[in-house]
């Protein structure tokens, strides 16, 4: 639990106005950004819940001034559950998600959770996701910022008037790594022409700050992106498990084929019984010969061999359904087990960063 309590433990501060300077003061410094982020962390790892929200609210809204009162997380998972878009269309958009009064960025926060969701193990990179944030209230941006680099996002911040056009700054925050598990850079864009020609900015409010953190960027490979609009089936059939993410299958991470006679099968080899199969998969505990009635699957060398063993068995009994009295299955049927599930959870977010 994120409480006040917790945040005065974790940064050894007693009282709202030494925790606000502490979050203000380590915003340029990396290692005690990760030190604050790690410890947060072990403390509560869902990163699908807005980390400051409930605080900010409770001890720093200005309600009467700048009317700060935030979406609740029910309306805005709903919102970007219903904007959601396959990927022909969201390669043509602009921002992935653009918020212009973003507060802590809790409307982000869950289109950023809707889009890995939307996503896939494998097709899911930070680099093609890029959120705009517009916010007017001074003291709020630390909030914001640390909230977009905790959870290694890709962001634009925009600290000013979205309607007049005068800002104070504009920040990038970069997951210079390309990687979901890691914390993002935060830099701040010089007050050139140029910058404010791209963000709307007509007159620069507040002196120029020169701080760039992000240094060589690294941009991971990844399959084509996987996304699917929202499709609502208003009927679902009784046990009918949801296609979000069914289009990638087993032969997208692993080669399959059915097992040959005297061949030495390796290691951590997936075998799935063809023959009178009731949806049977297992796993090679060493090295050896297969049955001649089971197929083999060798995960890519891209894909981690207990991972692929892993996904095809939240999906493989429905997937053999019309199989399950005992008949027999063809090659092409075990290709396709669908393997897709949620690109990450909370736990797996709590890994090493």
């Given amino acids: 639990m994120l409480d006040a309590e917790t945040f005065y433990k974790i940064t050894n501060t007693t009282q709202h106005s030494e925790f606000e300077a502490y979050l203000k003061n380590i915003l340029f410094k990396p290692e005690e950004r990760e030190k604050f982020y790690n410890a947060i962390l072990k403390v509560d790892c ?3 819940k807005d980390t400051f929200k409930d605080y900010f609210e409770e001890y720093n809204a200005e309600r009467k001034s700048h009317k700060q009162d935030y979406t609740p997380d ?3 998972k709903i919102l970007a559950m219903l904007t959601r878009s396959d990927a022909k269309t969201f ?3 602009g921002y992935s998600a653009y918020d212009p009064t973003a507060g802590t960025g809790s ?6 959770r809707d889009d890995q969701l939307a996503e896939t193990l494998w097709s899911y990179a930070p680099h ?10 001074d003291n709020v941006i630390p909030y914001l910022i640390h909230n977009l680099a905790i959870r290694g996002m890709n962001a634009i911040v925009v600290h000013g008037d979205c309607l007049e056009g005068r800002v104070k700054q504009v920040y990038f ?10 914390y993002s850079d935060v830099n701040v864009m010089p007050h050139s022409k140029m910058v404010a020609k791209e963000f709307g900015v007509k007159k620069w409010t507040q002196s120029e700050i020169k701080h760039i953190e992000s240094g060589k960027v690294v941009w991971h490979s990844a399959l084509p992106m996987q996304r699917k609009a929202l499709e609502v ?6 046990g009918e498990y949801s296609n979000q993410n069914d289009h990638l299958q087993l032969k997208d991470v692993a080669s399959v084929e059915r097992s040959k006679k005297n061949k030495i099968y390796p290691k951590s080899a997936i075998v799935i019984q063809m023959s009178a199969t009731r949806g049977e998969v297992g796993l090679l505990t060493s090295s050896g010969k297969v049955g001649s009635q089971y197929a083999v699957a060798e995960a890519l060398p891209w894909v981690d061999s207990a991972t692929a063993y892993w996904l095809p068995t939240l999906h493989i009994k429905k997937h053999f359904h019309k199989y399950q009295t005992g008949l027999n299955a063809t090659l092409d049927t075990v290709e396709n087990i669908p393997i897709a599930m949620p690109i990450c959870s909370s736990s797996v977010l709590c890994g090493s960063r």
């Avoid at 409307?107 to 950023?112: A, D, F, R, V």
């Avoid at 996701?129 to 209230?137: H, N, Q, S, T």
């Fill in 46 to 48: 869902n990163v699908y």
């Fill in 74 to 76: 029910e309306v805005s």
């Fill in 91 to 93: 390669q043509k958009a």
């Fill in 107 to 112: 409307l982000l926060i869950q289109k950023w």
């Fill in 128 to 137: 093609r996701y890029l959120y705009r944030a517009d916010e007017l209230a």
């Fill in 173 to 182: 925050i970069q997951n210079s790594k390309d990687d979901f598990l890691r």
């Fill in 233 to 238: 089936n208003p009927n679902p059939m009784p």
